[in-house]
């Protein structure tokens, strides 16, 4: 269903081969945010890393949450952070 594109060192696309049968997939930017504790954010990427779906490296540093927005997101008081990615994917 989904292919990943990863741009070569160039940036150039290593879009596959498309065939005359098939519509050519499209790729598609999707953007990750991760938002939590620190530590449940750096398990969360690295669980994503170990299925193979984003290096840790591509992932920006985590950048604190300011309190007015993190209650929306958490009532428990821990200290709230965000980790954003940005992935292409191919739509088919």
Not at 1 to 22: I, K, Q, V
Not at 76 to 89: D, F, P, R, Y
């Amino acid at each position: 269903m989904f292919e990943y594109l990863e741009p070569d060192a160039n940036g150039a696309s290593n879009l596959p081969p498309s065939s005359r049968s098939t519509p050519p997939a499209r790729p598609e930017r999707v953007r990750h945010m991760l938002y939590g504790s620190l530590a449940g954010i750096d398990r969360t990427i690295k669980i994503l890393h170990a299925h193979g779906y984003a290096d840790p490296n591509d992932w920006s540093d985590p950048i604190p949450v300011p309190p007015s927005a993190a209650e929306t997101w958490s009532s428990s008081g821990v200290e709230m952070w965000m980790a954003i990615l940005t992935k292409t994917v191919l739509i088919e």
